[in-house]
């Protein structure tokens, strides 16, 4: 069958410069103002186009508007002395999610599907965690995908943000205003880690 919704093949000069020199931006830079809802569904359409094994659709999307962040960003003092967190990595957090304008949580949710082993699924998470930061960028908003010991405890999740037993937060993509443009960072040299054959 035919889908006339997908264009052909033709190179795409934008589509490829932006992907050779896309670049995040550091959380701690992001500020205000984030995207509108609008903005945010292009975003998270583009970012839910992500190649997933038996379109299981084993991860979903949690918003964290201005409010939302602020509360993160206040459970994360309690939360940090239950689990003998350093003071520094308690407060560093906590900046960078009460200045963000907005962060979206991709949550991993594998489903039960005897094809397609679990490891799979995570790679498909991944993979939109990427997308949605490449969307974000395309769109021209600052965007960083974060994670942290907050991101990784079940109680926190589960508390925070209502994550359940089965899932797992795959990364915290923070999207909003550019504070700055930050330098190149080294990227692998192909002669290192490409196998020709
Ligand atoms: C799973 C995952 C978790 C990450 N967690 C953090 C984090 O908590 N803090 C951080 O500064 N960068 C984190 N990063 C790195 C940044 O998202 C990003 O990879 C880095 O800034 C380089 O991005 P760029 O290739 O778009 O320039 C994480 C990356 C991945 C893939």
Known sequence: MTDTTIPPLTRNDAALDFLLTRRSRPAKTIKGPGPDRAALETILTAAARTPDHGALVPWRFIVLGKEALE???????????RLGIEQGNIDKPATVYAQSPCAVVVVYSPKDAAKVPAIEQQYSAGAVCLSLVNAALATGWAASWVSGWHSHDPQFTA??????????????????TEGMVPPERPRPDLSQIVTWK
Not at 159 to 176: P, S
């Open 71 to 81: 509360t993160y960003a206040g459970a994360l003092q309690a939360a940090g002395e």
């Open 159 to 176: 508390e925070q943000l209502g994550v359940t037993a089965d899932e797992k937060v795959a990364g915290i993509i923070h999207i909003g």
